[in-house]
């Protein structure tokens, strides 16, 4: 295990990610989190950027007890500038901050050779600044191992201890040779072996789950078609079979079909043991009228846990029924599977400030508390491209396992206007003629989240010798690494006339067809 002790920079969860695209396990714990109270021997350590400058007064700094560990250290940005400031070197203020590329010109020692740390990536490569400070002397002991124009202290190493410091982001994709430093660090330098890989995680995560639910007691837990409640069911399944619940909560404002296609898939094909409750007029009658976004989120999450809340009672009863008649019962609903993944974990334990309190989980809001579930998690260690590896060899269908994100609110916040069911049917078919010519063009895995919104307005069109008036739809289609910020799609031409002209020709209500070309920022992804 790598432990990556996280100073609060906007990065630090992608040093974790290029850890584990190494398969390499890594963890992220705060910069203040007390070596004793960490209970794994980690084989390296990587010292995170920050927003601090270390000479604050309230700036964070790290347990000086790991410089004593003698397991390797790699600092990045703030973390090089704090392992100079707790080993006698010097940082001062740059003349000016420095945002962007530059170059690193790696030190070539007396045979030719550069450092280990850059061991075979050349003499030069193209890396990613973003600091305000930087050293202005190295400290005792250390050496250079890279430079750039502007910083002479770019890169440093220790003279006999496996102590590193880069002032560049080796993270961030803008880094090109930057995984590879981190593969450097990580495999040659601290030794690690690539043993994380989803195979052997099904193995040990199956095992985790029969030990902690023991013999009896029943799970569950509601999936919506999504890739990471899907993906935790499937794996519930393989651990205790029927005793795991799913529950589906058709709440009105979902895709074409959608209910349907996740009825087979789960209930036929992986074998789960799925309800569909069709709790659409509820939803619908209280989404009634109703416009404002928030308003509309608050009423579709309320709904979803009275209706789960009357199933989850339902299977409880029954359970009950099932113990008075014999021996051979499955137990009571003792959990709750929640698909939490490590971004969520990552959001709530990085660190925020030195006065920051540590956030608490909130996923589950009120969920079932009269039922005192306990809550299982076997996704909280992943990240998303972890949980789609693991869907594959959990042999969920491919177009699942790589289908765009879908917000919980469904289709009731790409309605613009009230929510009804003739609005969302328009919608629906909108979407379905969408997305289905999308993947017919084979661009669907270029896309990140490519939706169609529907605009309360009304505007003037001609068919045939029909003067018409009729609604407008919005397309959508973006690429983005994490949602954080996202880039409009730039389709073929060709492929967006003939999307237009589908929606107009086969979904009645619907005269205009317009594309949005807003990035985030300014704009959001969602319309509302
Ligand atoms: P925005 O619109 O904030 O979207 O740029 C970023 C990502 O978040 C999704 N999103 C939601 N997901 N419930 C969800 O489960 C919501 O209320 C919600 N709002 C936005 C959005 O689809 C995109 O992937």
Request: net charge negative; with cysteine; glycine share 8%.
């Amino acid at each position: 295990t790598i432990l990556i002790l996280d100073f609060g920079s906007q990065y630090s969860h992608l040093i974790t990610r290029r850890c584990r695209e190494h398969n390499v396990y890594a963890e992220l714990m705060p910069c203040t989190t007390k070596l004793q109270d960490i209970n794994f021997k980690p084989k390296g350590i990587i010292l995170s950027g920050s927003p601090y400058s270390v000479y604050e007064k309230d700036s964070p700094h790290v347990d000086p007890a790991v410089f004593d560990l003698g397991v390797p250290i790699l600092g990045i940005c703030y973390g090089l500038q704090e392992i100079a400031w707790n080993l006698g070197g010097e940082v001062s203020k740059c003349d000016h901050r420095e945002y962007g590329p530059a170059d690193l010109v790696m030190t070539k020692f007396g045979n030719g050779s550069v450092d280990a740390l850059f061991n075979g990536l050349g003499d030069e490569t193209r890396v990613w600044m973003s600091h305000g400070d930087q050293l202005s002397k190295p400290p005792p002991d250390f050496h250079v191992i890279g430079h750039t124009n502007s910083a002479p202290y770019a890169a440093l190493a220790h003279n006999s201890k496996p102590i590193y410091g880069i002032q560049f982001h080796p993270e961030v994709t803008h880094s090109p040779s930057g995984k590879a430093v981190i593969g450097k660090f990580i495999l040659d330098i601290c030794g690690c072996r690539r043993n994380w890989t989803m195979e052997e995680f099904i193995g040990k995560e199956i095992a985790r789950i029969r030990e902690i639910c023991g013999p009896k007691g029943r799970v569950i837990g509601a999936v919506s078609g999504g890739v990471d409640s899907t993906v935790a069911a499937k794996l519930m399944h393989e651990a205790i079979g029927d005793r795991f619940h799913a529950i589906m909560v058709d709440n009105g404002v979902l895709r074409l079909n959608e209910a349907e296609q996740v009825n087979i898939m789960l209930n036929k094909d992986l074998g789960v043991n799925l309800t569909v409750v069709d709790a659409s007029d509820l939803f619908l009658s209280r989404l009634e009228g109703v416009e404002d976004p928030e308003q509309k989120r608050k009423i579709i999450g309320n709904t979803f846990i009275n209706v789960f809340e009357a199933e989850a009672a339902k299977i409880e009863a029954a359970a009950e029924e099932e113990e008075k008649k014999g021996a051979e019962a499955k137990g009571r609903v003792e959990w709750l599977l929640q698909g939490t993944l490590y971004p969520d974990v990552i959001e709530s334990i990085s660190f925020k400030g030195p006065s920051a309190t540590i956030k608490t989980h909130h996923n589950v809001g009120g969920l079932l508390k009269d039922m005192k579930l306990k809550l299982i998690e076997p996704l909280r260690e992943l990240f998303k491209d972890e949980v789609r590896a693991l869907g594959r060899l959990l042999s969920i269908p491919a177009q699942l396992v790589g289908r765009h994100p879908f917000p919980g609110p469904g289709l009731a916040i790409r309605i613009l206007g009230p929510v009804t069911r003739e609005q969302v049917r328009i919608l629906q078919l909108v979407d379905n003629i969408y997305i289905e010519e999308i993947r017919k063009a084979g661009l669907y895995d270029q896309i990140a989240q490519a939706f169609a919104v529907l605009l309360p307005v009304k505007a003037v069109g001609v068919m045939g010798d029909q003067r018409t008036y009729e609604q407008v739809i919005a397309l959508r289609a973006v690429q983005s690494e994490d949602f954080m910020t996202a880039d409009w799609f730039d389709f073929p031409t060709a492929i967006l006339r003939r999307i237009s002209s589908r929606i107009t020709n086969e979904v009645a209500g619907i005269n205009r067809v317009t594309y949005d070309i807003s990035s985030k920022p300014p704009a959001t992804v969602e319309w509302l």
